[in-house]
């Protein structure tokens, strides 16, 4: 597997928390890409970090991208009942494919 | 609305029949993505074209998918026969293909073989 031993992984926050997940992969990746993924929908982008960037800010998301230890983070500030979504992080080289990690359900509570 | 389009939303089959997913890219990609999405298994590739060219067929889903991408605006997925074990939810993404860039994905079929 491209990734390491994780599984469906479940976060429950209140809103107004920050709210960090993790992800660590084991082969040679260009670039991170977070997706989030709302019921009934597809995956959808929500930040890419390329391997020469060690940090990428969106909003109230925060990336990071450590190389040597293969690992990304995935921030978010203030939580919102909104994020409430399952969150997927992905490597992929210079072609499209993706290979996609299994995902934290995060809910966001009032 | 250009993105990616997959129709139909919804499927329930009967155990042995063929089914056709069907997917209509955002225009102008040249990468095309079948995945399946389970709870347990999570985001499996089952195959990828690249200006129309199968690149990769996953391997453990040969036997009864198969995925085709006739002309650069339309692939298919088939399945045949139909297991209970494919019920899944069917993704179909396309992208540029070069850079690592976005993938857009479809809303998905989701798939229930009775």
């Known amino acids: 597997s491209q990734w390491g031993e994780e599984n469906l992984q479940a976060l429950s926050i209140q809103e107004g928390e920050d709210v960090t997940m993790n992800c660590s992969y084991k082969?040679?990746?260009?670039?991170v890409h977070w997706y989030r993924q709302d019921s009934g929908r597809g995956p959808a982008l929500i930040i890419l970090i390329r391997s020469n960037e060690r940090e990428k800010r969106s909003g109230r998301l925060r990336a990071t991208l450590d190389t040597s230890s293969q690992s990304s983070s995935l921030s978010i500030t203030a939580a919102q009942c909104e994020d409430t979504a399952v969150y997927f992080c992905a490597t992929g080289t210079n072609t499209g494919k993706l290979t996609f990690g299994d995902g934290t359900v995060l809910t966001v509570k009032p | 609305d250009a993105g990616v389009t997959q129709t139909p939303r919804h499927e329930v089959a009967e155990k042995g029949q063929t089914i056709i997913l069907k997917c209509e890219p955002v225009s102008g990609h040249n990468d095309l993505f079948w995945y399946r999405q389970t709870k347990i298994q999570g985001l499996e590739l089952l195959s990828y074209f690249r200006s129309k060219s199968l690149m990769e067929d996953g391997g453990a889903f040969k036997d009864r998918f198969k995925a085709e991408m006739l002309n650069s605006s339309f692939s298919t997925l088939k399945i045949q026969p139909t297991e209970p074990k494919d019920s899944a939810v069917y993704l179909c993404?396309?992208?540029f293909g070069t850079g690592g860039p976005e993938v857009f994905f479809g809303k998905g079929t989701r798939l229930t073989v009775v």
């Open positions: 993404a396309s992208s």
């Open positions: 082969t040679y990746t260009t670039v």
